[in-house]
């Protein structure tokens, strides 16, 4: 089979997509089969994959935690740093093996990196026991894929993105907290980044849509829903509708779920609406992600993210003042091209001002074909490291800071499962989306309940439940 060129890789109309899914989703073929799903990357990537699971399962998979138990492994990748590469060749290489005992086993790769320039050729000559590539904008070509066969190498994937289907049928991995897609796509190409090329131009979802899936997440008891986009704050903007995400996100809270959530923000589309909405209603909950990426006002210019220092920080203080007790978290880059000790300073001077409830913190990894790859990566990898360290002590130390604040008081938790701290212990996230692990309470799974924070660690809190009593 020929490899997709893909500046002409096919496009397929709306129609003809619904054609693909009616004729194809359901089937017998593979009852009692098992699939293998490994998830790599963002809530974006996760939430995917509940769709890649609605596939599999309306072909009549059932799912295995074991790769070396299933009929079909499915890679659903990452393309956004470098490592998220090598930890998907690196499994490659074990699945290999697994292959040679097991022939009849179908591998498919889909996400992110089959969207890059260069990866299916890189599977096709590399990987050849790869049975299916497929991108980010054709998902639901998978289970057509699974249907034609296996035994032979079939890569498809799309360099535009289509219209919006709005059939999927996700299979939720929670019965009480759920994803809903408010838009696809980046339109700010912030010039490190390669989610503008693998997830292509910003689509937003029309409101009425989203709405009829949050209302019907409530009737089946949902309790929280996180309403996902790369930039929700740029939501509706291209449909030109007149609405934006203050209105969606109030129509939303309108709704009732008890819980509404938002991810992921960017400050130069955050508006005073936002933030007056956010204040407004007590189901949207204060806790907002909001990426500041570097402190100094140069590196945050080469970096093509509009806003400045100071402008970031006005922003921040706004956002506090008007939502009390609200919890702010940051993504951060280090070593960004020409980032000098100087820049570095003055990311540790935002971070010193903000005091920021907990930061994703990365080393910049060049992406081929995104502008700051053009840019020679001028900081010496110990710089980095070293930058990487310094920071995380700092942010780690608020972090604590911040949880040690909440020992002794009661909070509303969200009990979503059993807790990997200890058998009898369950745990869930606080308004604020600190995580808490939580002592007895069994029967609570999938329940709101008053906890008493009794300690503090640096990623975690510990609690226990209030046992409300006539006596
Ligand atoms: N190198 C390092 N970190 C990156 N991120 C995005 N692209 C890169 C890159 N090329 C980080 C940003 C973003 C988070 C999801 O990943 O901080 O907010
Ligand atoms: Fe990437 Fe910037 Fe878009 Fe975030 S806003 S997905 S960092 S281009």
Redesign the pocket.
């Known amino acids: 089979m020929n490899l997709p060129d893909l500046k002409k890789a096919k496009v397929r109309s709306n129609e003809e997509v619904k054609t693909i899914k009616a004729t194809n989703l359901k089937s017998n073929k593979f009852a009692g089969k098992k699939y293998y799903l490994r998830t790599y990357g963002c809530q974006m990537n996760v939430h995917d994959s509940e769709e890649i699971k609605g596939i599999l399962s309306n072909l009549g998979f059932i799912s295995t935690e074991n790769y070396e138990d299933a009929d079909i492994i499915v890679l659903n990748t990452c393309a956004i740093r470098e490592n998220a590469h090598d930890k998907v060749f690196g499994f490659l290489g074990r699945v290999k093996h697994l292959k040679k005992e097991k022939p009849e086993l179908i591998v498919a790769v889909g996400g992110c990196m089959p969207q890059q320039e260069g990866v299916a050729n890189t599977l096709k000559e590399k990987y050849p026991f790869v049975n299916i590539v497929f991108g980010t904008h054709n998902i639901n070509d998978l289970g057509k894929m699974i249907m034609e066969g296996s035994n032979k190498q079939d890569i498809e994937v799309y360099s535009i993105e289509g219209d919006i289907y709005e059939e999927i049928q996700y299979k939720r991995d929670s019965k009480y907290e759920a994803w809903v897609n408010i838009m696809y796509g980046?339109d700010?190409?912030?010039t490190y980044?390669i989610?503008?090329y693998t997830r292509g131009k910003q689509r937003s979802r029309a409101m009425n849509d989203i709405l009829e899936e949050v209302k019907d997440l409530k009737k089946k008891g949902y309790l929280e829903v996180t309403l996902l986009g790369?930039?929700v704050n740029a939501y509706g903007k291209d449909l030109k509708q007149g609405y934006d995400f203050a209105t969606l996100l109030e129509e939303v809270a309108k709704i009732g779920i008890p819980r509404v959530r938002f991810v992921?923000s960017?400050p130069w589309d955050f508006t005073d609406e936002m933030i007056e909405v956010i204040a407004k209603y007590e189901n949207i909950m204060p806790y907002i992600h909001l990426?500041l990426q570097s402190g100094s006002s140069k590196i945050l210019k080469l970096m093509g993210r509009r806003y400045t220092k100071e402008e970031y920080l006005t922003l921040y203080n706004k956002i506090k003042e008007r939502i009390p007790g609200v919890s702010i978290t940051t993504d951060i880059i280090v070593g960004f091209p020409n980032e000098t000790d100087e820049d570095f300073q003055e990311t540790l001077d935002v971070v010193n001002k903000c005091k920021f409830d907990g930061a994703f913190t990365f080393i910049y990894s060049p992406r081929e074909g995104t502008p700051a790859a053009l840019i020679k990566d001028n900081i010496a990898s110990e710089v980095k490291e070293e930058r990487l360290q310094t920071l995380n002590t700092i942010i780690n130390d608020y972090s604590l800071e911040h949880n040690k604040e909440y020992v002794g008081k009661t909070v509303k938790v969200l009990i979503t499962g059993y807790s990997d701290k200890g058998v009898d212990k369950v745990c869930g996230y606080t308004e604020t989306m600190k995580l808490v692990n939580i002592s007895g309470a069994k029967e609570d799974i999938g329940k709101i309940v008053e906890v008493k924070i009794t300690e503090a660690k640096s990623f975690s809190l510990d609690g226990e439940k209030i046992i409300f009593s006539n006596i």
Do not use: A, E, G, S
Request: glycine share 0%; aromatic share 8%.
């Open positions: 980046c700010k190409f912030c980044c989610v503008p790369q930039n992921t960017h990426p």
